[in-house]
């Protein structure tokens, strides 16, 4: 199982971000670590305020969890969209997949359907809890478990930072966590449907996502910091 000393860590953080950085908000992809983290946001910290981004082209597993994970949890998720015309605006330049043609395309996708709603997601919190850890991928290494973000001018908490891909697991069976179905497919890590297979045994956990590219360049955008740097809007509408 996760340690004790683990859970009441990340739960210490939780309370701390409740308490000290409110209005705070997380995030949720509806991943694995993102179920562990909503499932202690409810039991220790419920004042936390929890969203999570309908890309328009997610998985039906994913949907299905999400309507399961708000019975369980007895309370909504807030959803944000895209915004249709930015979408149409994209498809129309692009095409409807587009983003598999470049790593330019692909990561203005991500900018329509992904970071502008997260940006009206983080509107007016000054704390932003997400449930990234640093083994999942190498872009993510070097991640802390508190800090400043100055793209979006508040505290950035990442609380299972140095969980390992078992205690996540062990946390789920121990307190019966709902989580994808797809994850007993071999999906490991699942976001949009298109951009999303199945991993090989032995394969990294986020090889599955946006498998086409290396695996530095493997971030949608929400994560990354786009201060000095033109976001990649010019893939979703003509020159």
Same mark, same amino acid.
């Given at each position: 199982m996760a340690s004790r000393e683990r859970i009441a860590h990340t739960a210490a953080l939780l309370i701390d971000?409740?308490? &000290? *950085? &409110?209005? &705070?908000?997380?995030?949720?992809s509806l991943g694995l670590e993102d179920m562990v983290?909503? +499932?202690?946001? $409810?039991r220790h910290a419920p004042q936390i305020h929890i969203a999570t981004?309908?890309? !328009? #082209?997610? =998985?039906?597993?994913?949907? %299905?969890?999400?309507? #399961? &994970?708000e019975r *369980?949890?007895?309370r909504r /998720? %807030?959803?944000f969209f895209p915004q249709a015309a930015a979408v149409e605006q994209y498809v129309r330049y692009n095409g409807i997949? !587009?983003?598999?043609?470049?790593?330019t395309q692909r990561? !203005?996708?991500c900018e329509v359907r992904k970071v502008e709603p997260l940006g009206r997601a983080l509107a007016g919190k000054k704390a932003w809890i997400t449930g990234m850890r640093r083994e999942q991928a190498t872009t993510r290494a070097g991640l802390a478990e508190q800090a400043w973000d100055e793209? *979006?001018?508040?505290?950035? /908490?990442? =609380?299972?930072? +140095?969980?390992?891909? +078992?205690? $996540?697991?062990n946390y789920v069976r121990e307190f019966e966590v709902p989580y994808n179905a797809l994850h007993d497919q071999g999906y490991p890590s699942i976001g949009c449907a298109p951009c999303t297979r199945a991993i090989e045994p032995g394969e990294d956990v986020r090889a599955g996502r946006w498998w086409w590219e290396s695996p530095e360049q493997k971030e949608c955008g929400l994560h990354v910091s786009n201060l000095g740097a033109q976001r990649s809007r010019a893939a979703s509408s003509p020159a």
């Open positions: 971000a409740a308490a &000290a *950085h &409110a209005p &705070a908000v997380f995030t949720t983290l909503a +499932d202690l946001i $409810v981004l309908d890309t !328009g #082209r997610l =998985p039906a597993e994913t949907y %299905e969890l999400l309507a #399961r &994970a *369980h949890f007895k /998720i %807030e959803v997949n !587009g983003f598999f043609e470049s790593v990561k !203005g996708c793209d *979006h001018q508040l505290t950035k /908490i990442n =609380p299972l930072i +140095d969980w390992s891909l +078992d205690e $996540v697991w």
